[in-house]
């Protein structure tokens, strides 16, 4: 399997609103980091569905390298 790009080592806050449905970025080639903007076309990868809970600040992977897809598990302490 193809290896993602990396946009930043650290994770996107983002404030997200309950029922918000977003699209994060798997492939790391969006421009609209973290989430999709169709790069990923021709590539393994797809983006991965997400949708808030609840208001409140969410941190999204940013190197994505995550086992909590979407979500950052500090997996960039490790790139």
Not at 35 to 46: A, E, L, M, N, Y
Not at 62 to 70: E, F, L, S
């Amino acid at each position: 399997m193809s290896q993602p790009d990396i946009p930043q080592k650290t994770p996107y806050p983002v404030e997200v609103k309950a029922g918000q449905k977003l699209f994060w970025c798997a492939c790391g080639k969006s421009a609209k980091q973290p989430f999709c903007d169709g790069s990923h076309q021709g590539t393994d990868f797809t983006p991965m569905p997400y949708t808030a809970e609840e208001d409140r600040t969410l941190y999204f992977c940013g190197c994505k390298h995550t086992k909590a897809m979407p979500l950052c598990d500090g997996s960039h302490s490790t790139i």
